[in-house]
């Protein structure tokens, strides 16, 4: 099971970090992505991280302002998201695939970022 949190209201310009958390697996055999939903919008893909620690970009958006990276720990990946702008704000889910080529599964409870202007 996954666990996504860190999720909260920010201001325009500022940062959040963003957890996800594996309980009953590691996920460092997995490559582990990020995807989002905002109201009203279909789930869009982020960023995912592969298990050899390079970075895959699926929103343009993002590059430059969002980074992916595994924590000390086997069961966590954060979402370091600086930069923030009103589009960001969304629901934000991880979820683990074989590559980051492949479609992300064993999606997770999300967790809320609100950017406010």
């Known amino acids: 099971q996954l666990q996504a949190s860190g999720g909260g209201l920010v201001q325009a310009g500022g940062s959040l970090r963003l957890s996800c958390v594996a309980s009953?697996?590691?996920?460092?055999?997995?490559?582990v992505g990020w995807s989002r939903q905002a109201p009203g919008s279909a789930r869009e893909g982020v960023i995912c991280?592969?298990?050899?620690?390079?970075?895959?970009y699926y929103a343009d958006s993002v590059k430059g302002r969002f980074t992916v990276s595994r924590g000390d720990s086997e069961t966590t990946v954060y979402l370091q998201m600086n930069n923030l702008i009103r589009e960001d704000t969304a629901v934000y889910y991880c979820?683990?695939?074989?590559?980051?080529?492949?479609?992300?599964?064993?999606w997770g409870q999300g967790t809320l970022v609100t950017v406010s202007s």
């Open positions: 979820a683990t695939a074989p590559q980051c080529s492949r479609p992300l599964v064993n």
């Open positions: 009953g697996f590691t996920l460092d055999v997995w490559a």
């Open positions: 991280i592969s298990k050899s620690g390079d970075t895959t």
